[in-house]
T-cell receptor, first 117, second 110 residues
Framework: DAGVTQSPTHLIKTRGQQVTLRCSPISGHKSVSWYQQVLGQGPQFIFQYYEKEERGRGNFPDRFSARQFPNYSSELNVNALLLGDSALYLC????????????????FGPGTRLLVL | GIQVEQSPPDLILQEGANSTLRCNFSDSVNNLQWFHQNPWGQLINLFYIPSGTKQNGRLSATTVATERYSLLYISSSQTTDSGVYFCAVRPPFGNEKLTFGTGTRLTIIP
C-alpha cells in the first residue's frame, strides 16, 4: 500500500516568493495535517483538515494557508516567504476526525525541504 | 498547551548496547506515538502507545498514563538505529494536533 506522498521533495525559493506544497494521504484516510520542522527541533503543528474543513490551526501567521480537496489530498501555501520559513514541511494522514474517532495513529510523508534564500 | 520533555537529549552507545529513552508529558493523552527520524528526515512510526506495553523485535515501549511518562527500549543496538527519536502526544480533546518533544539523538558507534 502506498504511504503518504509529498511533492516536491526539495524546493529553493527567494524571499518574497510564494510556494505551494502538495500532499496525498494514505488511501482511506480523510484527515491531513501539516507540520513545520526547523533544524534541530521537533515538528510544529500548522494545520489539520478533515473533509475539506479546517479543524485546527497552529501558531503560524496568515501567510500560511492550506486547503483539502474532495479526494482528500491537500496543499499548503506560504506567501511572502521569509528566510525563517526554511524548514522541512511534513504532511501526516490519519483515519481520525470521523464520527468522533480521535487520537488514531498518524502517518507521516517524507517531507518537502524548503530553502529560502 | 501540553508539554512534552524527552531525555536524554543525546546518547552515544557502542553497537550491541541497550538503551532507554524517556518521554514525560504534562497532561492526559489519548495518542502517544514514538517515531524514528532517519537522516533523510522521514518520520518512521515505531509505536502507537497511549497506554500499556508493546514490543516489536528489538524495540519495546511502555506508557504509564497515570504517571504521564513513556519509555522506549532499544536492545542490541545496531548502527541503523542511529537518528533522532521523537515522542509525540495528543490530549483527549480539541483537534488532532500532535505535540512533539525535542527528541533524543542516538548515535551508535560500530
Amino acid at each position: 500500500d502506498a504511504g503518504v506522498t509529498q511533492s516536491p521533495t526539495h524546493l529553493i525559493k527567494t524571499r518574497g516568493q510564494q510556494v505551494t506544497l502538495r500532499c496525498s494521504p494514505i488511501s482511506g484516510h480523510k484527515s491531513v495535517s501539516w507540520y513545520q520542522q526547523v533544524l534541530g527541533q521537533g515538528p510544529q503543528f500548522i494545520f489539520q483538515y478533515y473533509e475539506k474543513e479546517e479543524r485546527g490551526r497552529g501558531n503560524f501567521p496568515d501567510r500560511f494557508s492550506a486547503r483539502q480537496f474532495p479526494n482528500y489530498s491537500s496543499e499548503l501555501n506560504v506567501n511572502a516567504l521569509l528566510l525563517g520559513d526554511s524548514a522541512l514541511y511534513l504532511c501526516a494522514s490519519s483515519l481520525e476526525g470521523a464520527g468522533g474517532v480521535t487520537g488514531e495513529t498518524q502517518y507521516f510523508g517524507p517531507g518537502t525541504r524548503l530553502l529560502v534564500l | 498547551g501540553i508539554q512534552v520533555e524527552q531525555s536524554p537529549p543525546d546518547l552515544i552507545l557502542q553497537e550491541g548496547a541497550n538503551s532507554t529513552l524517556r518521554c514525560n508529558f504534562s497532561d492526559s493523552v489519548n495518542n502517544l506515538q514514538w517515531f524514528h527520524q532517519n537522516p533523510w528526515g522521514q518520520l518512521i512510526n515505531l509505536f502507537y502507545i497511549p497506554s500499556g506495553t508493546k514490543q516489536n523485535g528489538r524495540l519495546s515501549a511502555t506508557t504509564v498514563a497515570t504517571e504521564r511518562y513513556s519509555l522506549l527500549y532499544i536492545s542490541s543496538s545496531q548502527t541503523t538505529d542511529s537518528g533522532v527519536y521523537f515522542c509525540a502526544v495528543r490530549p483527549p480533546f480539541g483537534n488532532e494536533k500532535l505535540t512533539f518533544g525535542t527528541g533524543t539523538r542516538l548515535t551508535i558507534i560500530p
